[in-house]
């Protein structure tokens, strides 16, 4: 095992590729947090008055709150939120109409991420086409293929932009699912918030293509609060895919993000986020704190929300993309794989709350853990009184790879109706040294041998994301664990 | 083309092979027998590099390479392979994936192409044939559910596909009935060329009617006692081990 050991420190060379950051002029909010700032904020973004008041609230109940420390399995700092930038946007030079007017080094910027609005522009016109909404440092910059989309009715903008424009649709689903007031880092963000996403399907509309966030944390000393929204009205359907990166820095960097889902009578959302941000480096320093609140809604009655998730990144992962199952025979479905390396943590899972008769729940959650990291799955299944024949499947397996990481698994199960029925499956394994033997054995390196073994202990998972997205996962996932078994 | 000279290796500090010498020239099939812990296994292992292993003296050189030096997938792309006496099974990754990927390394490592797709699968279709394995099978996860006739016949399977020009069969015939024998048996002989050379590992005489070396050799306490043709085996069956090991 020693010797494993030696092998695994000297092969930890999972380097983080994502890792520069861009001059670009920001426009930025002075340090800290106070109800000035909030008020900033929303001055900044020419708020109306409802919406200062949504924030000031959240404010004041955030006040009084008191940081999660204790439940999850993670360890880590105070944050001292007096050091945090809560708002930094790239200076716009002037109002932008075109492509060309925009900041060369964002397009710069979006190339390395290997996402260039060029190339979406270009790609008008063919089939599969992805919509992407971009967000740096919590400013949406860009959302390309408005018009296509408009075309159906559907409404895919930054949050701000949304705030102006359609905001009966924000007042009315805007923290329907999320209240302000929800947890710690929920509060925070209702407060603070400087953008995000908003999406409207409206009644029996496809989305006939797949709607996309791309965020990411550039400037030294911000925390990045965005919030998204997705509002699918009746028999309406959408994919949306959710992927981030962030620059390398020494110090850690506070994300705090949203998501809120409604599903409406048959209507079907599925959300598939590819999460890579920067874990900090071999002996724990930097790397974002990722604390996110992710939660849809099944209203209606035969409506589907469904999560898939890919963690790669952060020095913390905290998340618990939620479904509750307020529709008759509505369907919440869980598929996560989270990795963790070096001295990495996550806490992650999902919550599925059965309220209406025949609502299916199903979770399939994959970690893998190396180097020193710690890796736990936490869900909760509640069963409430007359969701009756409600069903839950949980499969929760982890791999351990070497013998200093950890894996731990919390499932809490409360059923209050005795119809339910809900069952729990839960695996750990190591990555077998004799598979990789056997992977040499027939010619493939130790590094190509972890990627197929990790991508084929994943596939149910990965099987769930959109093809382009599968493909990007696969690499991810591979280079995450690079050279983490002897 | 492989030649092994007073080898010696062990595990937790105990020897195990004690000086293996052994000369095995191109289309050779090598019979190696003996008891139970023998060290039959532990030689096959030796040679694809295990690293559980250690290689306490002695030299083995494989076309002219000396093999020790080797990693264990470089070894197998120099052109040797070992069918597994437990093949291990890899959950989600198909065996059609698993074996495109090594060819491509292989490749890659002989400085040959990329081989095409289709190219790939015509061979897929011919190999399959070649050993009579069902089309499912290759297109499921690696040994993932499959019987133990099912997995040594994948073996030969992957053996075919990988075309080496040493193949090692570890006790391929433990585990095996009758008709699974005769079929992996089969395979194997249409695999013998005279670039290809075999060293069949095996407990049993059974395997040798099927697959009839050019010599048997019998390892006794890490060392071959005794060298013979395929009398050898046949003698050794009527007489046991008994005899020689004494
Ligand atoms: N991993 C191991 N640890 C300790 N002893 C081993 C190990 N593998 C094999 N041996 C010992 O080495 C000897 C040879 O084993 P093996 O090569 O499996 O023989 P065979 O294949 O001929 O039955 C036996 O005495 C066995 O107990």
């Known amino acids: 095992m020693q010797k494993q050991n030696e092998l695994i420190d000297q092969q930890i060379g999972g380097e983080y590729k994502y890792g520069w950051s861009s001059d670009i002029e920001m426009d930025t909010a002075p340090m800290g947090l106070s109800e000035e700032i909030v008020r900033f904020i929303s001055k900044k973004k020419k708020e109306p008055d409802w919406m200062l008041e949504f924030r000031l609230k959240a404010y004041r109940h955030w006040l009084k709150m008191e940081e ?38 964002l397009l710069k910027t979006f190339e390395k991420l290997g996402i260039s609005l060029e190339e979406q522009k270009r790609l008008s016109g063919v089939e599969s086409r992805i919509a992407v909404d971009a967000v740096i440092d919590s400013v949406s910059v860009k959302t390309t293929f408005k018009e296509t989309l408009a075309e159906k009715g559907i409404i895919f903008c930054s949050f701000s932009d949304a705030v102006q424009e359609h905001p009966d649709l924000i007042k009315r689903y805007m923290g329907s699912v999320v209240p302000g007031t929800d947890n710690y880092f929920a509060a925070l963000n209702s407060a603070v918030f400087s953008d995000g996403s908003f999406c409207y399907i409206p009644k029996g509309v496809r989305c006939p293509m797949e709607l996309s966030t791309y965020f990411r944390i550039n400037a030294i000393g911000t925390g990045q609060f965005e919030r998204t929204l997705i509002v699918a009205d009746e028999g309406a359907y959408v994919s949306y895919l959710e992927g981030c990166t962030a620059p390398m820095r020494d110090e850690n960097q506070l994300h705090a993000a949203i998501v809120e889902i409604v599903a409406h009578e048959k209507a079907e959302v599925k959300y598939s986020t590819v999460q890579n941000w920067y874990p900090g480096d071999v002996n724990g320093k930097g790397g974002i704190y990722n604390f996110v609140t992710k939660r849809g809604i099944c209203l209606g009655d035969d409506s589907k929300i469904s999560w898939t998730q890919v963690e ?14 307020k529709g008759n025979n509505s369907v919440g479905e869980f598929y996560s794989v989270a990795v963790t390396n070096n001295m990495q943590q996550a806490d992650t899972g999902t919550k599925m709350i059965h309220i209406g008769k025949n609502t299916r729940s199903t979770i399939v959650s994959k970690g893998i853990s190396a180097g020193k990291s710690n890796n736990s799955y936490r869900g909760l299944v509640r ?30 199960i409360e059923i209050k109706d005795k119809s339910a029925i809900v069952e729990h499956e839960a695996t750990t394994s190591k990555i077998g040294e004799d598979q990789v033997f056997y992977c040499n054995q027939r010619g493939i390196s130790t590094e190509k041998a972890i990627g197929l073994i990790v991508n084929g202990y994943c596939k149910e998972v990965l099987n769930q994301l959109p093809m382009e997205f599968a493909v990007e996962a696969q690499k991810l996932l591979a280079v995450s664990l690079e050279g983490s078994v002897g | 083309m492989l030649s092994i000279k007073n080898l010696k290796a062990g595990i937790d500090g105990k020897e195990i092979l004690k000086g293996i010498n052994l000369e095995i020239g191109a289309g050779e099939v090598h019979a190696i027998m003996g008891p139970n812990g023998s060290g039959k296994s532990t030689l096959s292992s030796v040679l694809a590099g295990r690293t559980d292993y250690e290689v306490t003296g002695g030299e083995v050189l494989f076309n002219g390479k000396n093999l020790l030096e080797l990693n264990p997938e470089e070894r197998a792309r120099e052109g040797l392979f070992l069918a597994f006496q437990y093949p291990v099974e890899i959950p989600g990754v198909s065996t059609i994936n698993f074996l495109k990927t090594a060819i491509a390394e292989i490749r890659e490592y002989k400085g040959l192409p990329a081989l095409e797709a289709k190219d790939f699968l015509k061979m897929v279709k011919e190999k399959q044939a070649l050993v009579e394995l069902k089309g499912s099978l290759a297109s499921r996860a690696v040994n993932e559910g499959f019987s133990g006739g099912e997995k040594k016949r994948n073996e030969i399977f992957q053996m075919a596909m990988l075309e080496p020009t040493l193949a090692i069969l570890d006790e391929t015939d433990s585990g095996l009935d009758i008709d699974a024998l005769r079929v992996v048996a089969n395979g194997v002989n249409k695999l013998r060329s005279s670039t290809r050379s075999f060293v069949v ?32 085996a046949m003698e050794l069956e009527k007489k046991g081990y008994g005899e020689l090991t004494r």
């Open chain 2, 201 to 232: 590992i095996t407990h049993y005489q059974r395997l040798l009617d099927y697959i009839v070396p050019d010599f048997v050799h019998v390892l006794f306490e890490g060392r071959i006692v005794k060298s013979g043709d395929k009398e050898l």
């Open chain 1, 312 to 325: 790669t990144g952060s020095a913390i992962t905290w998340k618990y993309p939620s479904v509750i199952l």
């Open chain 1, 383 to 412: 069963i409430n009184k007359g969701a009756t024949r409600a069903r839950n499947h949980s499969q929760c397996d982890s791999l351990l790879m070497g013998d200093r990481c950890g894996a731990h698994t919390f499932p809490y």
């Open chain 1, 68 to 105: 999660p420390k204790h439940w999850a399995h993670l360890d880590y700092p105070v944050i001292d939120f007096q050091k945090i930038i809560f708002y930094a946007a790239p200076k716009p030079k002037k109002e932008l109409k075109s492509l060309d007017e925009v900041d060369p080094e």
